[in-house]
């Protein structure tokens, strides 16, 4: 199926760590060549520079670090350092760090005609009007066996035990913060991914964009 190129089409991935959203977003942008932007690891970013810069951050100093974020620069394992980890979710509550990547994703998505976009507030500030909005779910205990797999991949010695401790708490402060929480927005689609396998979850999803395309006839099948 293709969609034309001038045609603009927008997906928002929301949902809590591990849930599956960004392997889904990948997959979704793959299939129909769609760009793709991972909004957390914007935050991630802000964190690894706040952590090279003796942990001390300030407006001044975020607005400097965005200004310099260019998708090759976003392309490094540091990234996913549990230090970094952490952290992105504790500036991510500041509204000044907020408001500068909020320009940057703007940014981003302006310049792309067909987009996926994943993070946590995607459909409910970054792209309030997506064509498909999409909550991705999952029960605790699949994140965190799935996050494991990942931590073993890099050699880690960190137990299942931890990590889900870990997920909890990120999830906590992403939820319950005051500035643009984790929430179910009205008219997203919920896509529980706990029992679902890469197969599974490939044919779910080709089919809830095909049919939202069908829907605004951007494609024909
Ligand atoms: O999605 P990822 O785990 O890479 O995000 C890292 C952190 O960045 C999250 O825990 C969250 O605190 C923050 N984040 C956010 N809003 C987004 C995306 C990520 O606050 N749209």
Redesign the pocket.
């Known amino acids: 199926m293709k969609i034309t190129k001038k045609i603009k089409f927008k997906i928002s991935a ?1 949902g809590s ?2 849930s599956g ?2 392997t889904a977003s990948k997959l979704i942008a793959k299939k129909f060549k769609m760009r793709f932007l ?7 970013f802000c ?1 690894l520079k706040t952590i090279e810069n003796n942990n001390k951050y300030n407006e001044k100093l975020i607005k400097k670090i965005v200004k310099s974020i260019t998708l090759k620069k976003l392309d490094n394992k540091k ?2 350092n549990p230090d970094v ?1 952490r952290l ?6 500041k509204p000044f760090v ?1 408001n500068a ?1 909020k320009s940057f ?1 703007k940014n981003f998505i302006k310049k792309s005609g067909l987009v996926v976009v ?5 459909g409910t ?2 792209m309030p009007d997506a064509d498909l909005k999409l909550f991705f779910t999952c029960s605790i205990k699949e994140k965190a066996k799935r996050r494991l797999k990942e931590f073993k991949k890099l050699n880690s010695s960190i137990n299942l035990k931890e990590v889900k401790k870990a997920l909890k708490l ?2 906590f ?2 939820k319950n ?1 005051k500035e ?1 929480p ?1 929430l179910f927005t009205k008219g997203a689609v919920l896509v529980d991914t706990t029992k679902l396998n890469l197969t599974q979850m490939r044919v779910k999803l080709k089919n809830l964009v095909k049919k939202e395309i069908n829907k605004k006839k951007y494609g024909s099948l």
């Open positions: 929301d760590s591990a959203k960004t991972s909004s957390g690891i914007l935050y991630r964190a990234l996913y980890t992105s979710s504790i500036i991510a509550k907020r990547l994703q994943e993070g946590r507030d995607i500030k970054i990120r999830d402060h992403d913060r643009s984790l």
